[in-house]
């Protein structure tokens, strides 16, 4: 029998690279909870029509890129591509809109799945963290979600983050605007490739996503949403970029920003990592003013967050070489000198695990020297030797393995002795 495949673009993480998984991961997640953001979890399925009235049926996520079956019950499902859609979901369903503290702030962690073509940093298994705040549209919300994420990729060990910002508008804004963008595309009519062609009338803003052949050259030169945005939205923007300049975080205007999803409204943003090539973007996000009335909310009740790329992240580092050393896998080895003392020896570990300090042992019967050889595989700083001498005075051996310093210790002491020895 055949041992199956792992499923195309659906990574193992294993050591080292866990290890550095969860560095950015942790590092995203604290940011977002020092700032006061608090923990959400949704399931990893929704209704397919969170997603599809969510994200939009122009993207390409909803047309081509997600995970649908029925369940044994009938019911459409699908896994969920992204987090936006299904934590205003969940908030609706909960009446947050008709909480009196708002705005709420939220984050989160999951595996998200979207069938997409694999190739380096694109995956159809991948891992994000996110913030949403929702009920505010407050500028100075944008800009502390805006400078959040750039402190959390910063805090993740990436030296070159650079953050594109666009405004988007209003809903209302757009009708003019759509119809200016489709007249323009129709001089193109005979060069937008079919995909473009087909959704221009869902959604034309999508013709500035495509990277088809020719199709950037024409988007360079089309009417720009920005020089037609309202007032308010011009004055909230231009409100986020100086809240932001203020801070001195580095900004690059790019008003041919849209993104992949429909949902936005006025701010968005994306961060890109130097080293990456094509799949650059590590994160991105962006307000959402519209999603809760698409999922059939009856009133307004806006919106933004972003979400960041654990997976990109991790590859961004090991491309700039900044992976950071791992951590010591036990900071103790417990070894066995001699024949008969694997309970004395297990006993030890024990006390020093259930004492929360971290230490393993091998008692298989192997060499003192294969034992001495794994603590420092393990990046162990002390070792905790018992041979059958210890054992009948009571003793055991604690040897500095970076000084090579030992000395006696009674037993009885070795949890006290370990955790001062393991003092900075
Ligand atoms: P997104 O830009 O689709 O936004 O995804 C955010 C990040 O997730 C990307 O920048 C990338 O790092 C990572 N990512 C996305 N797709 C893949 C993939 N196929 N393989 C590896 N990494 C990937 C959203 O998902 C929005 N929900 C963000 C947001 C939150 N907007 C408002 N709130």
């Given at each position: 029998?055949?041992?199956?495949d792992?499923?195309?673009g ?15 991961h942790d590092?995203?997640?604290?940011t ?12 990893v399925?929704?209704?397919?029509e ?12 909803v047309?081509k ?9 009938g ?18 369903t ?11 702030k939220?984050?989160y962690?999951g595996d ?9 940093g ?5 891992h ?15 800009a502390?979600?805006v400078l959040?994420?750039?402190?959390a990729?910063?805090r ?6 650079t ?5 988007l ?16 595309l129709d001089r193109f009519a005979d ?25 950037p050259e ?14 308010a ?26 993104r992949?999803?429909?949902?936005y409204?006025?701010?968005t ?10 799949q ?9 003013d ?16 972003w979400?960041?790329g ?6 961004a ?17 417990v070894?066995?000198a ?7 020896a297990?006993a ?6 259930r ?6 042992l ?10 001495l ?5 393990a990046?162990?700083?002390?070792a ?7 054992v ?16 006696s ?8 002795e ?7």
């Amino acid at each position: 029998m055949d041992l199956p495949d792992p499923v195309k673009g659906a990574p193992d993480w294993l050591p080292p690279e866990a290890a550095t998984f969860d560095t950015v991961h942790d590092a995203f997640l604290r940011t977002a909870l020092e700032a006061g953001y608090q923990r959400v979890r949704t399931p990893v399925f929704e209704h397919t029509e969170v997603f599809a009235r969510g994200i939009g049926e122009s993207t390409d996520i909803v047309q081509k890129e997600m995970y649908t079956f029925q369940d044994r019950g009938g019911r459409s499902l699908t896994l969920r591509p992204e987090g936006t859609a299904a934590i205003v979901r969940a908030a609706l369903t909960a009446g947050v809109p008709r909480q009196a503290a708002l705005p709420v702030k939220y984050a989160y962690a999951g595996d998200f799945y979207r069938y997409e073509r694999p190739q380096s940093g694109r995956q159809r298994a991948f891992h994000q963290v996110g913030v949403e705040a929702l009920g505010a549209q407050d500028p100075v919300l944008d800009a502390e979600i805006v400078l959040l994420g750039y402190e959390a990729l910063r805090r993740a060990g990436l030296q070159e983050v650079t953050l594109r910002l666009n405004s988007l508008g209003d809903r209302e804004d757009r009708g003019p605007y759509r119809e200016r963008l489709n007249a323009y595309l129709d001089r193109f009519a005979d060069q937008l490739p079919p995909d473009v062609a087909e959704r221009r009338h869902l959604n034309p803003l999508r013709a500035f996503d495509s990277k088809a052949p020719g199709m950037p050259e024409i988007m360079a030169n089309a009417p720009r949403l920005i020089d037609h945005i309202g007032e308010a939205a011009k004055a909230h923007h231009e409100q986020v970029c100086r809240l932001l300049e203020a801070e001195g975080v580095p900004l690059t205007h790019d008003p041919l920003l849209v993104r992949g999803l429909d949902y936005y409204t006025r701010t968005t943003f994306e961060y890109t990592a130097a080293d990456l090539g094509a799949q650059n973007a590590v994160g991105g996000g962006g307000r959402y003013d519209g999603l809760a009335e698409d999922l059939g909310w009856p009133e307004r009740f806006p919106g933004i967050g972003w979400a960041l790329g654990v997976d990109r992240t991790v590859l961004a580092l090991q491309g700039a070489g900044l992976v950071p050393e791992p951590a010591p896998r036990v900071d103790t080895f417990v070894v066995l000198a001699g024949e008969g003392v694997g309970q004395e020896a297990f006993a030890a570990a024990t006390a020093l695990r259930r004492a929360g300090l971290s230490a393993d042992l091998l008692a298989d019967g192997r060499s003192m020297r294969a034992q001495l050889k794994a603590a420092d595989r393990a990046h162990a700083r002390l070792a905790v030797l018992i041979g059958p001498r210890e054992v009948a005075e009571g003793q055991l051996t604690l040897r500095d393995l970076g000084s090579g310093e030992q000395r006696s210790i009674a037993r009885a002491d070795v949890v006290a002795e370990v955790r001062a020895s393991l003092e900075p």
